[in-house]
C-alpha cells in the first residue's frame, strides 16, 4: 500500500469482551513534528462505530465482539526558512 508523504496510517484490531463504555484517547507526542492532521475511527465489519477527526478522546459503548481501530495522521512539515546573502 502506497503511503502519501508525510501521512502514516495504521489498523488495529481490539477484541473486546465484556460489553460496556470505553474510550479511545488519542494524543500527539510531537516527536519529530506535531500533527497536522489526524483521525481516529474504530469499525466493526462494514459499520462505522465512531470517529474523531482531532486529538482528544472516542468515547463508545460497544458489545463484546472484534473491532478495528484505524489512525490516520498527517505530520506538520515544519517550514524552512530560505537563506539570505
Do not use: H
Not at 57 to 73: E, H, I, M, Q, R
Amino acid at each position: 500500500m502506497a503511503q502519501p508523504v508525510g501521512a502514516a496510517s495504521s489498523s488495529e484490531k481490539l477484541s473486546i469482551t465484556i460489553a460496556g463504555s470505553y474510550d479511545i484517547v488519542a494524543t500527539d507526542l510531537a516527536f519529530p513534528s506535531p500533527f497536522q492532521s489526524f483521525v481516529v475511527t474504530v469499525t466493526q465489519g462494514g459499520n462505522l462505530i465512531g470517529s474523531i477527526n482531532t486529538l482528544g478522546k472516542l468515547s463508545l459503548t460497544a458489545a463484546a465482539g472484534n473491532y478495528f481501530v484505524n489512525v490516520l495522521a498527517r505530520q506538520r512539515i515544519p517550514i524552512k526558512p530560505v537563506p539570505t546573502c
